[in-house]
């Protein structure tokens, strides 16, 4: 069975240091792979999507990046947090095609200070 | 561009009662819709997948339906348990091979004994 991993599941991070959380799929090859921001008070926000290695779309521009080194890992970052890039963030994939079921990962909560 | 109301925000129920929730969105032209359940500080879990040339489909005490020409689904919940307290998602494919998700704001629910 395909599984989906994130961490870390909480980070509190001060404004201006860099930022890295990973996600990673198993039990599946050459996913769709995505990054969803959930901001308090809003719907979540697709940020990123990924049909393949080294392919990144951006929905929205931002202080955010994103990279897909290997075929089931997805990575955001970001060289210098802003205050406001706290949020919840969840990354999810889907099998090629785009026309079936989303599964998310459990979540990381960052904070800003 | 595809919007996705939910209504109400938030529900308040004694255990045992039979539940409807409403999810509506802008464009008909969608390849999915999907139902999720989001606990506090978690991930989302997948609840049903509708597909856009389906009508409803039934999970346990879960049915969905979907009404594509008028932009509606509803999430009815037979015989709620204080255990289907969560946040209840809908979230829209918007005729896209890439899988993105245009989700709601959600709805809360609270189940009490």
């Known amino acids: 069975s395909q599984t989906i991993h994130q961490w870390p599941a909480t980070l509190v991070q001060p404004v201006g240091s860099p930022l890295s959380l990973e996600c990673t799929v198993e039990g599946t090859s050459n996913p769709n792979l995505y990054w969803y921001r959930q901001a308090a008070g809003r719907g979540l926000q697709l940020l990123f999507y990924s049909v393949g290695i080294g392919q990144i779309s951006s929905e929205v521009p931002q202080n955010l990046s994103a990279s897909r080194p290997q075929d089931r890992q997805f990575i955001l970052s970001s060289k210098k947090l802003l205050l406001s890039d706290s949020g919840f963030y969840l990354c999810?994939?889907?099998?090629?095609?785009?026309?079936?079921?989303?599964?998310f990962g459990q979540g990381t909560r960052l904070t800003v200070v | 561009k595809q919007e996705v109301t939910q209504i109400p925000a938030a529900l308040s129920v004694p255990e045992g009662e039979n539940l409807v929730l409403n999810c509506s969105f802008t464009?008909?032209?969608?390849?999915?819709l999907q139902w999720f359940r989001q606990d506090p500080g978690k991930g989302l879990t997948s609840l049903l997948l509708i597909q856009s040339s389906q009508r409803e489909q039934t999970s346990g005490r879960l049915n969905a339906s979907l009404d594509k020409s008028s932009g509606r689904s509803t999430l009815y919940i037979a015989a709620s348990q204080p255990g289907d307290s969560a946040t209840y998602l809908c979230a829209v494919n918007r005729g896209s091979t890439l899988g993105r998700l245009y989700f709601g704001r959600g709805t809360q629910l609270t189940v009490w004994p």
């Open positions: 999810a994939w889907t099998q090629q095609g785009g026309n079936t079921e989303a599964f």
């Open positions: 464009d008909s032209a969608i390849y999915n």
